[in-house]
């Protein structure tokens, strides 16, 4: 092979690795900032599942209060009892998930 031959294909060959390289990059930038975006997502959807945990429960306190006899004084004091309770664990719950 003559020497003009190799030194083309010696400088194609370093485009090439250029190219693969600068692709390499990008590629590898991507990936980083999808993995971020990756686990930001599952911190919300995490915050979410709790949200709803605790909207089921309220539901399910909500049912039971309501279930009770809502003519007698004492249903009134426990629904009372109840939604300060209900108060006091949403406020639990946004602490703790901060």
């Not at 999808?34 to 605790?54: F, M, P």
């Not at 939604?83 to 602490?95: A, P, R, V």
């Amino acid at each position: 092979m003559s020497q003009d031959l190799l030194k083309s294909n010696l400088s194609s060959l370093e485009r090439k690795l250029s190219l693969l390289l600068d692709k390499h990059k990008t590629i590898k930038e991507e990936l980083a900032m999808l993995r971020e975006e990756n686990g930001e997502l599952r911190s919300i959807l995490k915050q979410k599942e709790e949200q709803v945990n605790s909207f089921q429960n309220q539901i399910k306190i909500s049912k039971i209060v309501s279930e009770i006899d809502s003519d007698g004084k004492d249903a009134s004091e426990l629904k009372s009892k109840i939604d300060d309770y209900i108060k006091e664990i949403d406020k639990c719950i946004l602490h703790l998930s901060k």
